[in-house]
């Protein structure tokens, strides 16, 4: 019987061992991760929680950096706006010295060879490519939205539908603006320009000052189209405040399901390394062989 006791506190000796050293290295697993979860056994219910938000997480940072993405493309908009408007007051500012009596038809000629300048500026704005995306073309941003046909007339080849991407789980906003819709549907940008530039060419003053009209249409209907881009800068900029508060009480609330109390888990771990050198001493002494154990 007493061989027979002797192999059972044994066997008890080596699983309470065991188990301290399992306790030991877990808890200086948490403290070297910084994690109180490492296997959903640990706590499952948090585990479960844990799990939950980490999803969340990574579905807010994936809007996050749509928004960013976002911002950057209609930011980059924003500035090519302000080149057009230049472009247009220029535009302005040759025909009216177009309409001046004191020009000639040589000086006219001039002006127009400085509106073909202008038109071609206007062009290169309409084709401008950011991050690798025409940002006139609609939805189909890796094609050209404008070239020019034979006779010189400029043509939209981009889509009439906006490029759109998701910055929430149930908002979605057009990153560009249709090229149709900006140059050629309300005013024709282009056409407008070169109208003025036909008159000037042609030394016909009265015709330059009939089409001045058509260049104030031009600088309002740039106007409201930067207009209505702002808006749904402000609009992008109001969803990024609302995901990135989000992500803050994600995080936190993820913080506490899974992240260790420094202090507890030390203090955790000097008592399971006391515990556990303990229980080796003990064991030392139980499982020292004996002369009876040969015999």
């Not at 019987?1 to 061992?17: E, G």
């Not at 490519?129 to 006139?136: A, L, M, T």
């Not at 800068?233 to 995080?251: G, H, P």
């Not at 992240?259 to 050198?277: F, G, M, P, R, Y």
């Amino acid at each position: 019987m007493t061989r027979v006791a002797n192999i059972s506190l044994s066997r008890n000796v080596l699983l309470s061992n065991q188990r301290n050293l399992a306790d030991t290295a877990r808890l200086q697993q948490q403290l070297a991760s910084g994690k109180r979860i490492q296997n959903m056994s640990d706590d499952p219910i948090s585990g479960r929680r844990a799990l939950i938000f980490r999803v969340q997480h990574f579905e807010l940072g994936r809007y996050q950096e749509n928004i960013a993405k976002t911002l950057s493309f209609q930011q980059s908009t924003d500035t090519v706006f302000s080149r057009m408007t230049e472009i247009a007051d220029e535009a302005k500012s040759l025909a009216l010295r177009g309409v001046n009596a004191s020009e000639d038809a040589q000086s006219r000629a001039v002006l127009a060879r400085s509106m073909d300048g202008l038109l071609d500026r206007m062009m290169d704005l309409g084709n401008t490519v950011h991050d690798g995306r025409y940002i006139f073309s609609g939805a189909a941003v890796l094609t050209q939205p404008f070239v020019r046909d034979a006779d010189g007339a400029v043509r939209y080849q981009g889509d009439l539908d906006d490029f759109e991407v998701s910055i929430s789980q149930t908002t979605r906003v057009a990153v560009n603006l249709n090229g149709h819709a900006l140059f050629k549907q309300e005013v024709d940008v282009f056409a407008a320009i070169s109208r003025i530039r036909e008159a000037l060419d042609d030394n016909d003053p009265q015709r330059v000052e009939e089409l001045l009209d058509d260049l104030d249409a031009l600088q309002r209907h740039l106007s409201g189209k930067q207009g209505e881009l702002g808006s749904r800068i402000q609009r992008v900029e109001l969803t990024r405040s609302q995901i990135d508060f989000a992500l803050v009480n994600i995080s936190e609330l993820l913080s506490i399901e899974e992240d260790v109390d420094l202090a507890e888990t030390i203090s955790k771990l000097q008592v399971a390394e006391t515990t556990l050198e303990a229980g080796l001493n003990a064991g030392a002494r139980v499982l020292r062989p004996t002369l009876l154990d040969f015999l």
